[in-house]
């Protein structure tokens, strides 16, 4: 990714519950749970970048690598089979999940059914 993202954040489990589960109170957030070795992930990244800047705001993104500190039991609470798994969370709950590398029409189409 070129320059910083200000729709993408870094979360952790320690703040997980304020920074995804409470803030999609107020906006969605999106969560990409994550792996640096996973070329999928690597590869949805700067699809994911790309859409978030045309959404400006309206959805957040929260990137969750899933092999940092006790991250890993959050895929596991979420049922994460395989990355990357990202998930959409709409006052405080999951609305819809996709897994894999996506193009950008679909991720736009994803987000378009639950943001209109």
Not at 30 to 50: H, Q, R, T, Y
Not at 73 to 84: C, D, E, S, V
Not at 86 to 98: C, S
Not at 99 to 116: G, I, K, N, Q, T
């Amino acid at each position: 990714m070129s320059e910083h993202n200000p729709y993408i954040f870094d979360v952790m489990q320690e703040d997980f519950k304020d920074k995804v589960l409470e803030a999609s109170h107020r906006q969605p957030i999106l969560l990409d749970i994550w792996a640096e070795w996973c070329s999928p992930c690597l590869a949805l990244a700067p699809v994911l970048d790309k859409v978030l800047r045309e959404y400006e705001g309206k959805v957040l993104l929260a990137k969750l690598d899933a092999d940092e500190g006790e991250n890993m039991k959050i895929a596991g609470h979420y049922k994460a089979r395989g990355f990357p798994t990202v998930i959409l969370f709409k006052n405080g709950e999951e609305v819809d999940r996709f897994s894999s590398a996506r193009p950008a029409p679909f991720v736009r189409e994803f987000l378009d059914r639950h943001l209109a």
